[in-house]
């Protein structure tokens, strides 16, 4: 497992943007792929976005496709999401997580069941 820590949570206002990042504690990071996902108050921790080991591919739920852009820089063992245009729907606590899958066709890469390492989270507030 590789160790994950985010960062770059905080209170924006309604429209605003923030970036993330998930900075991994090891080079293996660039052979998994990167998932974000969010978990609000008395809700399932839900699927955001991920991103293929080289990062030539991507993947988003429909509630933030065309706001949120998911990134990778494996010479780094980081990763970004970038996050625009926030509502105030957007508030929950962000994860990052890595996946020993081989692709992001079908459900398992939306499945938190798949992913093998998480990071502790950050907390997204979106003031409307």
């Known amino acids: 497992q590789v160790q994950l820590v985010e960062s770059g949570g905080g209170l924006v206002q309604a429209g605003d943007s923030l970036r993330l990042s998930c900075a991994a504690s090891?080079?293996?990071?660039?052979?998994?792929?990167m998932g974000w996902f969010r978990q609000a108050p008395g809700k399932e921790r839900e699927f955001v976005a991920g991103?293929?080991?080289?990062?030539?591919?991507?993947i988003y739920a429909d509630s933030v496709k065309g706001r949120f852009t998911v990134s990778r820089d494996n010479a780094k063992n980081t990763g970004y999401l970038q996050m625009n245009s926030l509502r105030a729907e957007d508030t929950a606590v962000y994860y990052c997580?890595?996946?020993?899958?081989?692709?992001?066709?079908?459900?398992?890469?939306?499945?938190?069941?798949?992913?093998?390492?998480w990071g502790q989270g950050t907390q997204v507030t979106v003031s409307s």
């Open positions: 997580a890595a996946a020993s899958l081989a692709t992001l066709s079908g459900k398992p890469v939306t499945e938190k069941v798949h992913y093998d390492s």
């Open positions: 090891e080079r293996t990071f660039s052979r998994y792929i």
């Open positions: 991103i293929l080991w080289s990062g030539t591919s991507t």
